[in-house]
């Protein structure tokens, strides 16, 4: 399995440059998991995950697929600081030819949330939600995690209550999780006024919009209202 893979053209380069720029400002030292067999690049992120056990708390998971030059068959989990500085050449590029489209990958490193894995199959759509909606849900979210945590508290004691509030169920009869609106909005996902579609499949949901997927299991605790 080569570590590689050829984009189709400038225009995707410039676009999957633009989907992980914004998942690297919601995680600063965050992973990119790139797998591809055939010619469809699967991109996945996690702005919020459990870095353990003990700490508990929600993993959600950020989604973008594009089509790719070629076949491919890889599945690698790297920094993306080190997909964004490879990219930067062929988006930033004012003589651009196919030859110069190559991704080559550093070598795989390891994160506990790379080894989860949502179903590919079995999605049914169970709803709708607006834009506007999840938009003010992301920000009352950021707002109650700024208000919950004070300037001295330790980062595990962070880590739980953020996980808490990110954990819980976005409205009293949903089970999409607060932090699928914060993963869309901060991923760009959203489109002003679009209805995005909720599927659902076992324990998992899934928030999918025109721009990309957002990929939790489902909240159990609905949120105080």
Aim: charged share 20%; hydrophobic share 45%.
């Amino acid at each position: 399995m080569k570590n590689e893979f050829s984009l189709l053209d400038q225009e995707s380069a410039i676009d999957l440059q633009s989907f992980l720029t914004r998942a690297k400002k919601l995680d600063p030292d965050g992973l990119v998991r790139l797998r591809a067999f055939g010619n469809v690049l699967a991109c996945y992120v996690a702005p919020i995950f459990s870095g353990s056990i003990i700490e508990g708390g929600p993993t959600i998971l950020g989604l973008r697929t594009m089509q790719i030059d070629g076949d491919a068959e890889l599945d690698a989990l790297v920094p993306i600081a080190a997909v964004l500085d490879r990219l930067a050449n062929i988006a930033d590029n004012a003589r651009w030819r196919s030859r110069d489209a190559k991704v080559v990958l550093p070598d795989s490193v390891r994160s506990a949330w790379a080894g989860i894995s949502p179903p590919r199959a079995g999605w049914e759509q169970v709803g709708s939600v607006n834009e506007t909606l999840l938009t003010q849900i992301a920000k009352d979210g950021i707002q109650e995690v700024a208000d919950s945590l004070p300037t001295s508290v330790g980062g595990p004691i962070a880590a739980r209550i953020r996980g808490e509030i990110w954990g819980r169920a976005m409205t009293y009869d949903s089970s999409v999780p607060m932090g699928a609106a914060f993963v869309a909005a901060g991923l760009g996902f959203l489109t002003e006024n679009e209805e995005v579609g909720i599927f659902e499949t076992q324990s998992w949901i899934r928030l999918s919009s025109e721009h990309g997927h957002v990929v939790a299991r489902a909240a159990t605790t609905a949120q105080n209202l």
